[in-house]
């Protein structure tokens, strides 16, 4: 299986509701980025967590890494309409000369 | 401040022609990435640059794709002669150190080989 494996693969939510998504990957990291993708545009960088980081907070985003599961979780408080995307985690290899590693994504849809 | 650009949005050509991507990454950012995303699969790593030089091209798919950054600010991707698996989207992105730091990603170009 892949690095940086996200679960569920869709998730479907009212807005209001909280979101969670997980990502297990398997060599060493440097450290885990979330992106998000909105259909057909771009990445948009959400939040890096590194290595010897365990829990980060950004806005309604809060991400977690236990590097002992190598598991991470990206939660999402209170999701909006606008939140429907697909997300990504990606890891940083140690010694990989810092290229990421992507994995195949949730997609989120958040129903008004 | 101005994100990564990448130029066409969209290309469609026919098998066996030549198609070049063009990335210019955020002023000031010495590290330059290019990943393609094909057929609904994983993104995929193809190279990284530290300004002009080749840091890492070990994803680079085979000699049909050629990088370059000359002067180490704008890149480009050509693909020569290209084929229908070549099809995606690629994705450029850059960052300002070169590890343990974010990386900026820019619209992507989408790749159609017919």
């Known amino acids: 299986s892949q690095q940086g494996e996200e679960d569920p693969q869709a998730l479907s939510i009212q807005e209001g509701e909280n979101a969670t998504m997980n990502c297990s990957y398997k060599?060493?990291?440097?450290?885990l980025q979330w992106y998000r993708q909105n259909s057909g545009r771009g990445l948009v960088h959400l939040i890096l967590?590194?290595?010897?980081?365990r829990e980060k907070h950004s806005g309604r985003l809060r991400v977690t890494l236990d590097t002992s599961k190598k598991s991470s979780s990206l939660l999402i408080t209170a999701s909006r309409a606008a939140d429907t995307a697909s997300y990504f985690c990606?890891?940083?290899?140690?010694?990989?000369?810092?290229?990421?590693?992507f994995g195949a994504g949730t997609r989120l849809a958040v129903h008004p | 401040e101005a994100g990564v650009t990448q130029f066409p949005s969209h290309s469609v050509i026919e098998k066996g022609q030549t198609v070049t991507l063009r990335c210019d990454p955020i002023?000031?950012?010495?590290?330059l990435y290019w990943y393609r995303r094909v057929m609904g699969k994983e993104i995929k790593f193809l190279l990284h640059f530290v300004k002009e030089s080749k840091q890492d091209e070990s994803g680079m798919p085979n000699n049909r794709f050629l990088a370059e950054r000359t002067g180490g600010t704008y890149s480009t991707l050509k693909v020569q002669p290209a084929e229908l698996e070549d099809s995606g989207v690629y994705f450029c992105?850059?960052?300002?150190?070169?590890?343990?730091?974010?990386?900026?990603f820019g619209p992507g170009t989408r790749l159609t080989v017919t």
């Open positions: 992105a850059s960052s300002q150190f070169p590890e343990n730091y974010e990386q900026y």
């Open positions: 990606a890891t940083e290899v140690s010694g990989g000369y810092n290229k990421l590693i």
């Open positions: 002023s000031g950012h010495d590290n």
């Open positions: 060599t060493s990291i440097n450290n």
């Open positions: 967590i590194r290595s010897n980081e």
